[in-house]
């Protein structure tokens, strides 16, 4: 069934997390709701192109992707968008209700890989090219239940790593400040079992900390009381069946459909952990929202100088947010390689396996897959996997920011599109610094507390030849025609 939306000039749909961002309180993610909105004014699309029609379905990364590369059945991107969140998507017969058969445009928490450039070109070539460009940052809140008195609200991140991977099965086996353990009730991991971008990211976090014991302890000011496994380890993936160590789902853990199905099992049932994306926590929910360092996942991704301590050995900073989020230029691998944090040209490929992520320079696209590789901008998952630290290369200095961090993208045609002015400006608004409320402009979706923050400019890319790109409106407007 058509959720109640007029048809739009432009659609496309996606990630779940940016939605708030580009659609305003209209991207409401209840237990039912609609999954298709317009953006309000206030909201980025709606600044960006005020007199023109929008729509946007959120059908998760993976949807989002699989649709507009017209994968896994997903030729038709006018098939309509499922009407509630209680209805699931279904390969091949939902769609993003857009105006035609190719979509205009798509959101996802996780990079394009191979695999999609491929399909792309095999289903959609008319258009040339896959394009795709980093647009926001946000954050993933690990969320728990529990009506007992006595609750954690912090885990440090070797208490974490033992969670998720079944090893502690019990909130007995954490203790308080003092040293008391908490409450005698049995864990039950809740995990998200459609293709998603917050499992990507999460599980981009969880392989990253929980390598190796020392990393975890180093970055846990409270001793873990058990340790972690070794020589197993979670992969990054966007499927978190597939994520945990050795891809055995515990015994102990439940799998449920989008974010929305995340909130509706963790908030029904005592004694659940999962995770889900912070911009969807801000109003009232009932779950806890745990802290994993003491930063704020809504407010606190960009570091800033004033570090105090706090009573249970977090170090923390005092924040005059910037509301940006910075991409390291460079970063160290976890095999020792220093590699640029962005690059253009490249995708993912498969995962290392020896580290269960991608490791290493990318690997290029044929001039098959990309005839315009600078019109393919790829942050690294191993630049953001964690936040910095407070002294470079010391994890014990503890984080300068809260570190369960998303990079949220935007995937359009290179050639065809149906208004090529309108849709540069579309998918260019994420650069276009007079839009911003600290500039004065008139988006406020992307601010104070909302769980996004726009990536600090510039964006310098390496590309294939070994030169610096900047990704800007101009960049955009080459790479949309």
Request: glycine share 10%; charged share 10%; proline share 7%.
């Amino acid at each position: 069934m058509l959720s109640p939306v007029a048809m739009a000039d432009i659609g496309g749909g996606g990630s779940t997390l940016p939605a708030k961002a580009y659609q305003g309180s209209s991207a409401v993610v209840p237990v039912s709701g609609p999954r298709l909105s317009t953006p309000l004014p206030g909201s980025l699309f709606y600044e960006a192109l005020p007199a023109v029609t929008q729509s946007y379905c959120q059908t998760g990364s993976g949807a989002g992707r699989s649709i507009m590369v017209g994968s896994s059945g997903n030729t038709d991107a006018s098939r309509s968008c499922p009407a509630s969140f209680s209805d699931d998507f279904f390969n091949g017969i939902s769609g993003f209700s857009a105006p035609s058969s190719d979509a205009d445009f798509a959101a996802s928490d996780a990079p394009a890989s191979l695999v999609d450039f491929d399909a792309f070109i095999r289903n959609k070539g008319v258009h040339e090219q896959l394009v795709q460009f980093p647009a926001l940052a946000g954050s993933i809140t690990v969320i728990a239940r529990s009506q007992t008195k006595g609750w954690p609200t912090h885990l440090t991140e070797a208490e974490l790593c033992n969670i998720f991977s079944g090893k502690i099965t019990n909130w007995n086996q954490l203790v308080d400040i003092n040293g008391r353990p908490f409450h005698d009730m049995p864990i039950t991991i809740v995990y998200r079992s459609d293709n998603s971008g917050t499992s990507f990211s999460f599980s981009n976090h969880l392989n990253k900390v929980c390598q190796d014991a020392s990393l975890a302890q180093k970055l846990s000011p409270v001793a873990s009381p058990l340790p972690f496994p070794s020589g197993s380890n979670f992969t990054v993936q966007s499927l978190f069946a597939n994520a945990f160590p050795g891809g055995v789902v515990p015994a102990h853990a439940l799998a449920a459909s989008g974010n929305a199905g995340m909130l509706a099992t963790v908030s029904a049932t005592d004694g659940t952990i999962g995770y889900a994306e912070t911009a969807y926590l801000r109003d009232p929910v009932p779950v806890t929202l745990i802290r994993i360092s003491p930063f704020d996942p809504a407010s606190e991704l960009d570091p800033t100088d004033g570090v105090v301590r706090s009573r249970r050995g977090w170090y923390i900073k005092s924040y005059t947010a910037s509301h940006q989020f910075q991409i390291p230029s460079t970063f160290t691998d976890v095999d020792g390689s220093v590699l640029s944090g962005t690059y253009t040209g490249r995708a993912l490929s498969a995962n290392d396996s020896r580290y269960g992520r991608p490791v290493g320079v990318p690997t290029a696209l044929t001039a098959t897959q990309a005839p315009h590789p600078n019109c393919v901008f790829l942050v690294h998952p191993g630049a953001y996997a964690t936040s910095a630290y407070n002294t470079a290369g010391s994890p014990s200095s503890g984080y300068k920011s809260y570190p369960i961090i998303a990079i949220s993208y935007l995937l359009g045609n290179f050639a065809l599109n149906g208004n090529a002015n309108d849709m540069a400006s579309l998918i260019g608004s994420p650069y276009n610094v007079a839009l911003r409320v600290g500039n004065g402009g008139p988006v406020t979706s992307i601010w104070d507390n909302t769980g996004y923050y726009y990536l600090t400019a510039p964006v310098v890319a390496a590309t294939l030849t070994g030169s610096a790109l900047t990704l800007n409106q101009a960049r955009v407007d080459a790479c949309v025609n």
